[in-house]
């Protein structure tokens, strides 16, 4: 098999139609020291168009059982998925009423004796019942609030949507400029503007920027030499791309430049750290 | 890293936009696969339960797929991930994403199971008595997760019927081209043919639209 013959199987055996004997000859060829005329690369392309299909189907929520049988044989464990509630209680009451019905027929200290332990496995396993019932509380407490975090990131993805739909069409309208911000400082960070100055809107558009728990990226307005205006702030896109829409209000009349900052969550009324500048 | 300033200068900027956001994703995602399999190689058992809570809702929904039954998809989906957890230092980026090559893997061995079955002469009617359960949407499946999956539903509609009905029978019925062709009393060159235009033509559908 040549690199082409390999090109020309490459969707063939991403999408599992080869048989074996061919299977096994693409196999063989990948494994060849080369050189190769985009022999892997072929593959790459079809093996994630392959993974399209199986993203096509929806996703199916595995029961716990499924990870706790892949921790089971991880040499050295696992850590676990959440945590799981006691299943002793049945064992520990089953427990205390079979000590009770054992102390039927025996003579009457022996029988107080047992009688007096079972009162206490009792009460244990009502401590217990309790214990658990109040877990339970929490468990649905907490999916109480998972559940209003899912309809929140919805809405968030939704807004993020819009927001993107926004800045692209901005790209079209005429007079609009793209404004490249460079690092500022030691940082390294870059990002771009789309700005309109007839129409006051900008949006600013980044990659790179990782989420850091805690903190912000703020947007910031730079009219000559007075002091940057907090102009709003970067919201994750969800592919590794940050956009953001600086506040319509800080452009009625255009900008020296723009700028991007990292702060603690919620912003500060100036900037502490900032990461990237453009001048308009 | 591709800057997005570079679009100052093109025609057509908004589908550049969109062209440099797929690039700098894929590339995010290139990073994010080699550290996860970097920790996954050192025997990092973290880094497998972050996997396995990003993937296995889809390696779960393929297997159940091909599998038509609940209780093998889950097993396979285990040997899945254990098979993750032992060649990942194996792994080759160049050869595909993390997440292809997870599926790829749950998709192998969910397709030996039903061959093994077939050999087996378990009936389909077997099979098929077991109830499927129903799709369980994960909770925490975001808007872009859906987005991302009726993208490529849309994809596959503008497929002709005769090429998605060839790639539906390889990728989740485990036929070969041989198998197919005899089954649908085709050719073996059309049924080739169909199954590459149909990988091809959704490869470049996909990746129009933000990238596979």
């Avoid at chain 1, 007096?116 to 509380?137: F, I, M, P, W």
């Avoid at chain 1, 692209?168 to 940082?187: C, D, Q, S, Y």
């Avoid at chain 2, 190689?41 to 390696?59: E, F, K, M, V």
């Avoid at chain 2, 790829?104 to 397709?111: Q, S, V, W």
Wanted: net charge neutral.
């Amino acid at each position: 098999m040549n690199c082409a013959e390999l090109k020309e199987l490459a969707p063939l055996y991403a999408a599992g139609a080869l048989d074996a004997q061919e299977r096994a000859a693409v196999e063989a060829h990948l494994a060849e020291a080369g050189p190769h005329q985009g022999c892997q690369e072929a593959m790459a392309e079809a093996q994630l168009t392959a993974a399209a299909l199986a993203r096509s189907l929806p996703p199916v929520r595995p029961d716990e059982r499924v990870w706790a049988g892949i921790a089971a044989k991880l040499e050295g464990g696992a850590p676990r998925a959440r945590r799981q509630l006691p299943g002793w209680l049945p064992w520990a009451i089953a427990a205390a009423a079979g000590l009770a019905a054992v102390v039927f027929g025996l003579d009457r200290n022996r029988l107080a004796g047992e009688r007096d332990r079972s009162n206490r496995a009792l009460t244990e396993a009502q401590a217990k019942l309790d214990r658990n019932q109040g877990d339970v509380a929490r468990a649905e407490a907490a999916a109480q609030l998972e559940h209003a975090r899912c309809n929140e990131l919805v809405g968030q993805a939704r807004e993020l949507r819009v927001l993107e739909q926004q800045a692209l069409a901005l790209l079209e309208r005429p007079g609009t400029k793209v404004v490249p911000l460079g690092p500022a400082g030691a940082h390294s960070n870059r990002a771009s503007a789309i700005v309109n100055a007839e129409l006051h809107r900008a949006y600013v558009l980044a990659t790179a920027l990782a989420p850091q728990a805690g903190k912000d990226y703020e947007l910031w307005v730079i009219h000559g030499k007075a002091a940057p205006e907090p102009a709003g702030f970067l919201k994750e896109l969800g592919s590794g791309v940050t956009v953001g829409e600086i506040d319509a209000r800080l452009l009625a009349a255009t900008p020296d430049a723009l700028a991007v900052s990292l702060e603690p969550a919620g912003g500060r009324p100036t900037p502490t750290d900032v990461l990237m500048v453009g001048r308009i | 890293m591709v800057e997005i300033a570079q679009l100052a200068s093109v025609r057509h900027p908004a589908a550049t936009v969109i062209f440099l956001m797929a690039r700098v994703a894929s590339a995010l995602a290139a990073t994010r696969d080699a550290e996860l399999l970097g920790r996954l190689a050192r025997g990092d058992a973290a880094a497998l339960r972050s996997l396995y809570d990003a993937q296995a809702g889809h390696a779960l929904a393929l297997a159940r797929r091909i599998l038509r039954s609940g209780a093998e998809a889950e097993e396979v989906v285990q040997e899945a991930f254990l098979e993750v957890w032992k060649r990942a230092g194996q792994y080759q980026a160049s050869r595909g994403s993390v997440q292809a090559w997870l599926l790829t893997i749950t998709r192998t061995r969910a397709i030996d199971r039903l061959r093994s079955r077939q050999s087996a002469q378990r009936t389909a009617d077997d099979a098929a008595s077991e109830p499927e359960p129903a799709p369980v949407p994960l909770p925490l499946e975001l808007a872009a997760q859906r987005q991302d999956r009726e993208r490529i539903a849309a994809a596959l509609q503008t497929l002709p019927a005769d090429q998605r009905a060839a790639l539906d029978l390889a990728y989740f019925e485990g036929l070969t081209h041989s198998e197919i062709a005899a089954r649908t009393g085709t050719p073996l060159g059309t049924i080739k043919t169909r199954i590459r235009l149909a990988m091809e033509k959704l490869a470049a559908v996909l990746v129009d639209e933000g990238g596979p």
